[in-house]
């Protein structure tokens, strides 16, 4: 009986040891949460031109999330939140910088059209007597 009850105590300690242990291994939830959302956004400003419309905010953002998976890393939760919150912010930013200048890219070709089926039209017009 007293076999029993001494394994059952250093079963229930070593037990208790590797949770001790997992807990330690353990990452933060919400800062993984925050870490690959700012992933996606890193990747959708890439994708969306922001490398040349926007390097300097973009690399802001890469550096930023590589702040927040080292943070992360280390086990520092709030670091690692905090940078990948500025690192989603800044690459929404890339990508908006990039959307924008297409858009601006776009308005003014749609301008030169315009302006050339102006001049078409006034040269093919015959002219009035």
Known sequence: MRITTMRLTKG??????????????????????????????????????APQAAPVELATARSELGGAEKANADHDSKPATQLAEKANIDAQVAEATAQAQRARLASNEFDASMQTLRQESLRASPAVQ
């Open 12 to 49: 229930a300690a070593a037990l208790a040891a590797g949770a001790l242990v997992l807990a330690a291994c353990a990452t933060n939830p919400a800062a993984d949460e925050k870490i690959a959302v700012a992933k996606a956004s890193v990747q959708r400003a890439e994708q969306s031109g």
